[in-house]
C-alpha cells in the first residue's frame, strides 16, 4: 500500500475478501467536473492531503473521472424491501466504492462516489445524481454529525458540467461519501433469498470483524450480531426521535449494519411537533412517517432476522425463529426504554421516576396541540430552568396549558439534587440551537443551483455546531415563515 499524491492509502478488504459480493466498475466521463464543496476536516480526518485533493485534478477524482493509485473501484450488490416489496435485486446503480481508508482514530472506513454513472445494478436508470439532492445529503450528513449522531459523511460535493433529466433538466454531480461502511440489511436480504447460506455466513463474518469485532470468538455470534444490529439501530432511531429527525425512505436496502444514518433522499427535519408528520413525496401512506420510525425499525430488523436465521442454529430452524423473536419482540419495550432515557435528558432530568414517562406525553401532547416549534421548545426549557418562563410562554401564546405541565416539571426536578445553573447547562449540551431548517435548506439549495454557495456554507457552519449559540445567526433559530406552506420532499434520484 502507497501513499498516492493525494494522501490516500487505501486497503480494500471488501474488493479482497468479497469476491462475488460485488461487480468491478469503472469511472464516469463527467465532462467538466468542479468541486463546489469540499470538508476540509473530514478530508484532515482521514489523513488526506486537503490541498492536493481541492483541486481540478482533485475534483477528476471525487467525481470518477480518474482512478486514483490503490484504489479498487465496485459496485456492490444488495437486495431491499421497498415500502415493504420486497425486490430482489437492486445493488449500487449509481455508485461505486473507491476503496477504503483508515482513519484518524484507526477506523476503517468506505469512500464510495455517488452519482458516478452506471453500472450493472442500473436497471432503467442512469447512473447519475442531481446537484440538489447531492448537496442536501452533504448538508444532512454534516447536520447529523454536529448532532453527534452516527452517519455518514460528505467528502466532497462536485458538480459534472453535465445536465441530466429528473423533473426537466438539472445539473449533475457527484457526492463522495465515507460511511463505516456499505453493508445494509438489504445486502444480507440478497444472498439469503437466494438460499446462498454459505455467501451470508461470510458476509456475517465479515461484518462482525468490521463493526463488531468483539463477537468474533463467541459461539452464538450470529446471534450476537442480530442482537447487535438491534440495539445499535433502536439506539439510532431514538436518536433521530430525540432530534426530530424524518429519515424519509426507512427500506432496507438504506439500513446500515453499521448503525450509521444512510442514504439521506426525502428526509427532513419537524419544525412544529408532529409524529404524523410525512414529508416525502412518495410516502402516501405515511409508512416512514415521523412517529412510525421505530415501528419500521422493528419491521426491518425482523427482515434482518429472517435473512440471518439459515446461519443462526442451521441444523434446528425452529430454534432460531424462537431465539430470533424474542429478540424482536422485545424492540417496543427496548425503544421504548432509550427513547424515554433521551428524552428525560431533554428535559433535563438526571434520575428515573415511574411517572417520567406520562411527564413527557403529556408535554408532546401539549406541543402538538399548539403547534410548537420542537426544537425551540427545549431551548426555551432550558431558560425555565433557571427561572424565565417568558419564551415557553411565548411560544404557546394564548394556550396556557404550558402553565400546569411546568408546574409538575418543576415539582420533579425539585426532587432531584441538581443546581438551576448546571441543569440548563446540560440541557443546552443536548439539545441544539440549529437543525437543518427546510425552509433554510431550500433557501440554499436553490442559492447553489444557480451558483451561489454562501448561503450553504453559512447553514454548513450552524448546523456542524449546533449546541453552541452563535452571534450573526440569529435567523437560523426561527421556523420557517408562515408562506413557507408544508414542506415536500423528493427521493433524490
Ligand atoms: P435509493 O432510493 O437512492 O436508496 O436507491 C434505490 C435503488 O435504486 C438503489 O439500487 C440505487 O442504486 C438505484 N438508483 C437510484 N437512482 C438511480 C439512478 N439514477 N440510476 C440507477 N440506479 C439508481
Ligand atoms: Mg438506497
Given amino acids: 500500500m502507497n501513499k498516492n499524491d493525494f494522501g490516500f492509502v487505501f486497503d480494500n478488504s471488501f474488493a479482497r475478501e468479497m469476491n462475488g459480493f460485488y461487480v468491478n466498475s469503472k469511472g464516469a466521463d463527467a465532462p467538466s467536473p468542479q468541486i463546489v464543496l469540499f470538508n476540509r476536516s473530514l478530508a484532515n480526518h482521514l489523513k488526506l492531503d486537503s490541498n492536493a485533493l481541492n483541486s481540478p485534478a482533485g ?20 437486495a431491499g424491501h421497498q415500502f415493504g416489496s420486497f425486490s430482489a435485486r437492486l445493488g449500487d446503480g449509481r455508485a461505486m466504492l473507491l476503496g477504503e481508508i483508515v482513519d484518524t482514530n484507526g477506523q476503517r472506513c468506505d469512500l464510495q462516489l455517488k452519482g458516478s454513472g452506471k453500472t450493472e445494478y442500473s436497471r432503467g436508470g442512469d447512473g447519475k445524481a442531481a446537484l440538489g439532492p447531492v448537496l442536501r445529503e452533504y448538508i444532512m450528513g454534516e447536520a447529523m454529525h454536529g448532532l453527534g449522531i452516527a452517519t455518514t459523511r460528505a467528502l466532497a460535493a462536485v458538480t459534472t458540467g453535465e445536465i441530466i433529466h429528473r423533473e426537466g433538466a438539472k445539473p449533475g454531480a457527484v457526492l463522495s461519501r465515507v460511511a463505516s461502511s456499505h453493508l445494509r440489511v438489504g445486502t444480507f436480504q440478497y444472498f439469503a433469498a437466494r438460499g446462498e447460506q454459505e455467501k451470508v455466513r461470510q458476509l456475517a463474518d465479515y461484518a462482525i ?8 470468538g463467541e459461539k452464538d455470534k450470529y446471534f450476537g450480531l442480530l442482537r447487535a444490529v438491534i440495539n445499535t439501530q433502536l439506539m439510532l432511531v431514538a436518536k433521530w426521535v430525540h432530534v426530530g429527525f424524518v429519515h424519509g425512505v426507512m427500506n432496507t436496502d438504506n439500513m446500515s449494519i ?17 409524529p404524523g408528520a410525512v414529508f416525502s413525496s412518495i410516502d402516501h401512506t405515511g409508512r416512514y412517517g415521523f412517529g412510525n420510525q421505530p415501528v419500521m425499525a422493528q419491521w426491518n430488523l425482523a427482515r434482518f432476522a429472517e435473512a440471518l436465521l439459515g446461519i ?16 424482536i419482540n422485545q424492540i417496543p419495550e427496548q425503544y421504548t426504554y432509550l427513547w424515554l432515557s433521551g428524552m428525560r ?33 427545549f431551548r426555551f426549557l432550558a431558560h425555565s430552568a433557571i427561572g424565565d418562563d417568558a419564551g415557553l410562554q411565548a411560544l404557546f401564546g394564548k394556550d396556557k396549558a404550558i402553565a400546569n405541565w411546568l408546574e409538575s416539571w418543576r415539582a420533579r426536578i425539585a426532587r432531584e439534587d441538581l443546581e438551576a445553573a448546571a441543569r440548563a447547562t446540560q440541557m443546552n449540551k443536548i439539545n441544539p440551537v440549529y437543525i437543518a431548517r427546510n425552509h433554510l435548506v431550500e433557501e440554499s439549495l436553490r442559492a447553489a443551483e444557480k451558483g451561489n454557495y454562501q448561503a450553504i456554507n453559512q447553514l454548513l457552519t450552524a448546523v456542524s455546531s449546533p449546541y453552541k449559540t452563535r452571534a450573526g445567526f440569529e435567523g437560523f433559530e426561527q421556523p420557517a415563515p408562515e408562506d413557507f406552506g408544508p414542506y415536500e420532499t423528493f427521493c433524490g434520484t
Fill in 258 to 274: 453499521s448503525g450509521e444514518t444512510i442514504d439521506y433522499g426525502p428526509c427532513a427535519f419537524i419544525d412544529t411537533y408532529d
Fill in 59 to 78: 475534483a477528476n477524482i471525487l467525481c470518477g473521472n480518474t482512478i486514483p493509485e490503490g484504489a479498487s473501484p465496485l459496485s456492490q450488490v444488495y
Fill in 345 to 377: 435528558e431533554k428535559i433535563g432530568l438526571a434520575s428515573q421516576e415511574e411517572n417520567d414517562l406520562e411527564l413527557v406525553n403529556t408535554m408532546l401532547n401539549l406541543m402538538e396541540k399548539a403547534r410548537v416549534d420542537y426544537t425551540q421548545f
Fill in 312 to 327: 443462526i442454529e442451521p441444523d434446528i430452524p425452529e430454534k432460531a425463529v424462537a431465539q430470533a423473536s424474542v429478540l
Fill in 209 to 216: 470483524s468490521r463493526h463488531y469485532g468483539e463477537l468474533a
